[in-house]
């Protein structure tokens, strides 16, 4: 009888990804020879065995599909300590082992994604279908729209393209956060966030003018601040205006992270002087001081649905999904000071 043993407890045993344990028992590029002896080993001593029997079969949610995918993620939103995007990539691999499906991960370095240069598990006929995570600049997903195997993008898309892809709910999730900060009384509410860099924080920012003229509120040009460069590498410092406002929308935890951390180097209290709110619920969120109010993102339901759309895509290529966009929900921490009462109001 199957023990049960899978490859994420392969991977916990050995201490690598379920992504490495996958590439070296397929035999794949990217693990050295001694490491993939050793997970071969452990992964014998354990008793794994593959699930192919018909019962196990008639139990998965979808056939047993038994091909290899690509996910692709930018050079810039891979961190030293562990990202949102790394989390989802380990989740959708984890569901595409379960398929039989195997992963090869590779980061695209800013200088292919700028010259369009595909990886070579694209131009060596590897893969069977690809997944890239993470906004991509319009010149590589020009490149990649050409490629003959399914592509399904993850937290962005590009209405110039018809390629599938997977969302957060951005534009309410914008317009969410920027409506607490309305209910906690605050009426000058900043944006942290380069408008043009992904289509999420784009989103995001319409989501946040969206509330701030339905409640008919002051917009100023100069309280929508960039928070990284053209290739998308966030500034190390922050800019604040002269005249500030009582709160700022950050399109995302980490920024919301670096601007907290620069308004306390000014002697600024948050949120005493100036609330912040976030998104993602990442861990960042958490481990900040303050933890940060932000928005959810459901990432096993994104993870989920991606897998979910790309096995459609394997068994039939004339598959098309669309745009699917999945709801967040408000978290709500402790960096929003209510300023709604009279005692408090300017």
């Known amino acids: 009888m199957k023990n049960g043993v899978k490859m994420l407890d392969i991977a916990n045993r050995i201490g690598v990804s379920v992504v490495t344990v996958s590439n070296a028992l397929a035999g794949r590029d990217g693990v050295s020879e001694q490491m993939r002896k050793n997970i071969c080993k452990i992964a014998e001593e354990m008793g794994y065995k593959p699930s192919n029997t018909k019962t196990e079969r008639k139990k998965a949610i979808l056939p047993k599909i038994g091909k290899n995918v690509g996910i692709l993620t930018a050079e810039r939103f891979v961190g030293e300590r562990g ?21 090869i991960y590779e980061c695209i370095k800013t200088e292919s994604e700028n010259s369009g240069t595909l990886p070579n598990m694209i131009t060596e006929n590897k893969v069977d279908g690809v997944i890239v995570i993470g906004q991509i600049h319009r010149n590589y997903i020009d490149v990649l729209s050409k490629i003959k195997v399914p592509l399904v993008f993850v937290d962005f ?25 309305v209910e906690m009384g605050h009426k000058k509410i900043g944006f942290f966030g380069t408008l043009n860099s992904t289509s999420s924080i784009n989103d995001r920012y319409l989501g946040y003018v969206k509330c701030i003229l339905e409640n008919e509120l002051e917009y100023r040009k100069e309280w929508v601040i960039d928070d990284r460069d053209d290739s998308g590498l966030l500034y190390s410092k922050i800019n604040f205006p002269d005249d500030m406002p009582t709160a700022f929308v950050c399109n995302c935890d980490e920024t919301a992270f670096r601007v907290i951390s620069a308004l306390k180097s000014k002697g600024v209290r948050v949120p005493e002087d100036i609330s912040v709110v976030g998104y993602d619920n990442y861990t960042v969120s958490s481990i900040c001081i303050p933890t940060i109010t932000t928005v959810e993102v459901d990432i096993s339901k994104m993870a989920e649905v991606s897998v979910d759309v790309m096995s459609k895509k394997l068994i039939d290529p004339s598959y098309s999904e669309g745009r699917r966009i999945i709801g967040g929900r408000l978290i ?15």
């Open 332 to 346: 709500v921490k402790n960096s929003v000071l209510d300023i709604s009462t009279p005692s408090r109001e300017e």
């Open 83 to 103: 990202t949102f995007y790394w989390e989802l990539t380990a989740n959708i691999s984890n569901r595409l082992s379960q398929l039989n499906v195997c992963t």
């Open 157 to 181: 898309y590009d209405n110039r393209y018809k390629v599938d892809s997977i969302n957060s709910d951005s534009y309410n999730g914008g317009y969410m956060l920027t409506d607490y900060l």
